[in-house]
């Protein structure tokens, strides 16, 4: 079943908002340090091999971690694995890539095997972006804590949870723009979209829409 245009464009630009951010965010301030230590190093290596030395070190580093980002961000602009071997492959993939560009632990969790007939692409693209704002919301809520990513099957839908404990996502812009943005994705494939603190303490985001269109 094809979903409605408007849905499929909604996907397009929420995927493009969170790479916008995450440039913005990320690598943009990565290079940018990478032509700061540059220099940095030109001025130490003339006044100090040693010191020019230790600086070039920082520099590796720095290109390292630029490498890691770019390589994250091509699998946010194409996840392949979705397609290919399916949504349980490709949640599992974004939080080894997590843990490799911002140290956060995830633990996947999927409840029941995903029928991928009855689940459109567009749904599992939308799952697979609400996995990742998930992700950040829970890197905000509690950075130093083990998140959990879970997919199941429930009222007639497909839903996935996120949850950090003790978590607290802070007050900021960045934070309501990504939820509105997640509001707007339910909204348009006939969902839900919930986030708060449970009686535990813990910070909880839950993304749940139907199968199918109905």
Known sequence: MGEPAPCTLRLEMAARAKLAR???????QTVAALAMRAGIARRLCQRSLKEGLAEVTALEHLAHQASTEIRYLLYLLYP???EEDGLEA???LLARKTEEVYGQKTK???ESALPAADLSLVRRRALFWAAEEILT???EAAPEREAQLRLRFVEAGVEIIGLV???Q???QPRAALGAAEMQALADCLQGRWEEGRTEAAAWRCRMWFPLADG
């Not at 995450?22 to 943009?28: I, M």
């Open 22 to 28: 995450a440039l913005h965010d990320g690598l943009t």
């Open 80 to 82: 392949a694995v979705l």
């Open 90 to 92: 490709a949640l599992a």
């Open 108 to 110: 996947v969790l999927v």
């Open 137 to 139: 919301r829970l890197r």
């Open 165 to 167: 404990a003790e978590g």
């Open 169 to 171: 996502l802070p007050d």
